[in-house]
């Protein structure tokens, strides 16, 4: 089954919001990285990160001239010894992808981020350093 979002008519499938559950709420798990499929015109689930995979293995995983949107389960620890945990949405739009692809992925964002309730932080890059670790570190403070 899947979801149409009327701002961009694309189609979000079940197993989008379900993968960011199982993150979000049973911790299984770190990543989820989301792929939009121009000829279906379908927001598809292209991997999903195991519960001891970093933030490194995230950003390797995203390809050098394709666009993904991807949300990190960021886990830390406050000064006062509290465990926290902050959802961040990233939309990664490299400077080598196609520019038809970098429209549909910025038109069909904000219908995906709905439908994926609880992110507390969005980022957004075009070069690995402008999501890199300290950022995330820094956002969550």
């Not at 993968?19 to 015109?41: D, G, I, P």
């Not at 080598?96 to 981020?113: D, H, N, Q």
């Not at 609880?118 to 070069?127: F, I, S």
């Amino acid at each position: 089954m899947a979801l149409k979002t009327a701002t961009s008519g694309m189609w979000m499938m079940d197993d989008c919001k379900r993968s960011f559950m199982e993150m979000k709420w049973k911790k299984v798990h770190r990543y989820v990285v989301y792929k939009l499929e121009e000829k279906s015109q379908k927001v598809t689930v292209d991997k999903v990160g195991a519960v001891g995979e970093s933030y490194d293995d995230l950003a390797a995983s995203l390809p050098q001239d394709d666009c993904r949107y991807a949300v990190f389960d960021f886990d830390y620890v406050t000064v006062d010894n509290c465990r926290m945990s902050k959802i961040f949405f990233i939309t990664w739009s490299p400077e080598a992808s196609r520019i038809r692809e970098k429209m549909m992925y910025a038109t069909s964002k904000s219908g995906l981020r709905r439908v994926l309730d609880g992110v507390h932080y969005e980022l957004q890059a075009t070069d690995p350093t402008e999501m890199g670790f300290d950022k995330i570190q820094d956002r969550a403070k």
